[in-house]
T-cell receptor, first 112, second 112 residues
C-alpha cells in the first residue's frame, strides 16, 4: 500500500533525552513536512523539505533537528533543548510545489 | 504570529442543513488554500483546495469560496451529514513553496 508511515505511535522519554521520530513515505513525493499539534491548537510547522539534502525551518524549529538523506525518509529529532516536547507530532508529504499533503497517523510523544 | 486564523473553535448544525466554516489569513503572499478534515488521534486528510486565481471550487457537497480582497475563505458543506463531524483545518501556502500553514481548526458537530 502506498502511504506515509510514522513510528512509533506512542513514545515516552525522560526529560533531557534526545528522541528521534521516524517518518517514511513510498509515494515518491519530493516534499515532506513535520508539524506539531498541542491540545486545542492547530498544526504548527516545525521543518519542511522540498528536496533531498535540503530543508527549511518552519515557525517553531528551535529544539528540533531533521535530516533528508533519502527521498522517502524525513526523521525528526526532538532534542533536550526543546522546552516543552510533549505533543502530537505529524509528518506529511506532497508532490513538489503542491500542498495537497498526505499525513501519517502521528506520534504522540510524552516526556516525563 | 498566526498567519492563518479560524476564529470559531466549534460549530454545531443539524443534519441536512448547511455548515459554513470560516478562515482568515494575513499573509498576502499566500496563493493556494486548502481544507483538511481530521479525526482524533489521526492525521488530517485533504478535502478540497482553491487557487487564488479562482473564487470558488466545488467538489460534491463541499464548496470553498475565496475572497482575496478580504483575505477570507470559507468551506460550505451541503447537506451536512453526521459523518462530517470532525475537526476542519484551513491551510494556506505559496505556490512552489511547500511552507503550508494551518489554522487552529474548527470542530464541526452534525446532529442527527
Amino acid at each position: 500500500d502506498g502511504g506515509i508511515t510514522q513510528s512509533p505511535k506512542y513514545l515516552f522519554r525522560k526529560e533531557g533525552q534526545n528522541v528521534t521520530l521516524s517518518c517514511e513515505q513510498n509515494l515518491n513525493h519530493d516534499a515532506m513536512y513535520w508539524y506539531r499539534q498541542d491540545p486545542g491548537q492547530g498544526l504548527r510547522l516545525i521543518y519542511y523539505s522540498q528536496i533531498v539534502n535540503d530543508f527549511q525551518k518552519g515557525d517553531i524549529a528551535e529544539g528540533y533537528s531533521v535530516s533528508r538523506e533519502k527521498k522517502e525518509s524525513f526523521p525528526l529529532t526532538v532534542t533536550s533543548a526543546q522546552k516543552n516536547p510533549t505533543a502530537f507530532y505529524l509528518c506529511a508529504s506532497s508532490m513538489k510545489g503542491r500542498t495537497e499533503a498526505f499525513f501519517g497517523q502521528g506520534t504522540r510523544l510524552t516526556v516525563v | 504570529d498566526q498567519q492563518v486564523k479560524q476564529n470559531s473553535p466549534s460549530l454545531s448544525v443539524q443534519e441536512g442543513r448547511i455548515s459554513i466554516l470560516n478562515c482568515d489569513y494575513t499573509n498576502s503572499m499566500f496563493d493556494y488554500f486548502l481544507w483538511y478534515k481530521k479525526y482524533p488521534a489521526e492525521g488530517p486528510t485533504f478535502l478540497i483546495s482553491i487557487s487564488s486565481i479562482k473564487d470558488k471550487n466545488e467538489d460534491g457537497r463541499f464548496t470553498v469560496f475565496l475572497n482575496k480582497s478580504a483575505k477570507h475563505l470559507s468551506l460550505h458543506i451541503v447537506p451536512s451529514q453526521p459523518g462530517d463531524s470532525a475537526v476542519y483545518f484551513c491551510a494556506a501556502s505559496r505556490t512552489n513553496n511547500n511552507d503550508m500553514r494551518f489554522g487552529a481548526g474548527t470542530r464541526l458537530t452534525v446532529k442527527p
